[in-house]
């Protein structure tokens, strides 16, 4: 009996690690765009979860403070993220895909763009 129970003991102790490693760091991806990166103003990300086999984010810009950030793009920002850290970038190498969608304050008005999926670094 004891040879039965010592690995499905292992087995079920082992089992939250092991989901847990799978899991994708959305929400500290998030805090560390918006609070160690250098981020355009008036910009915020945030993660919405996994739609599609998509890990999901949404950027918030709010142009009528800060129009000069019109000109920035949102994939440009997520590739700067996701392949400019090694960790990130090994991430989208082994498969993960993200999209970041856009929020837009523009003349007081929201405005919802669905974004680019971001499925390999490089050029």
């Known amino acids: 009996m004891k040879k039965f ?4 003991c292992f087995i079920f102790f082992n089992l939250p690690s092991v989901a847990y490693a799978q899991e994708f760091e959305g929400k500290i991806i998030e805090k560390y765009f918006n609070e ?3 981020i355009p103003k008036g910009w915020e990300l945030t993660y919405v979860g996994k739609k599609s086999n998509i890990e999901v984010f949404t950027m ?13 793009s949102v994939i440009d920002q997520m590739k700067r993220l996701m392949c400019g850290d090694d ?3 090994k991430k989208i190498e082994s498969g993960v895909k993200v999209r970041a969608d856009s929020i837009d304050k ?3 008005k929201y405005e919802k763009t669905q974004g680019v999926v971001l499925e390999k670094c490089g050029v």
């Open 106 to 108: 523009h003349n007081g």
């Open 87 to 89: 960790y990130l970038k």
């Open 36 to 38: 160690v990166m250098s």
């Open 60 to 72: 918030h810009r709010d142009f009528d403070s800060y129009p000069q950030t019109q000109m920035l």
């Open 5 to 8: 129970l010592l690995p499905l």
